[in-house]
């Protein structure tokens, strides 16, 4: 089962790159929240003492980890969704 779910991993971390290229240009208002995100993130570090802007870049690195974990999660969901779906339309 190990074995399985690192192809699986391996499967869905391709897709994933692979349309990640794609999703800022068809995702309305991406850009410009991640500009907002980005123009935030450097207003906050501009007024935390330098001793604490380390807390900043590890606050940013977790909140990246969750998100890549939630957006595995979705993928998976939506891949099982798909194979139920299809075994209730057509029977296999």
Not at 29 to 43: A, L, Q, W
């Amino acid at each position: 089962m190990n074995d399985f779910r690192e192809a699986f991993d391996g499967f869905i971390f391709q897709l994933t790159t692979t349309h990640s290229h794609h999703f800022p240009s068809e995702c309305e208002g991406y850009n410009e929240m991640s500009t907002s995100i980005i123009t935030i993130f450097h207003y906050i570090k501009k007024y935390l003492p330098d001793e604490q802007a380390d807390l900043l870049f590890e606050f940013e690195s977790k909140m990246n980890l969750l998100q890549n974990l939630s957006e595995k999660f979705m993928y998976e969901q939506g891949l099982r969704d798909g194979i139920t779906l299809h075994r209730e339309l057509y029977g296999f």
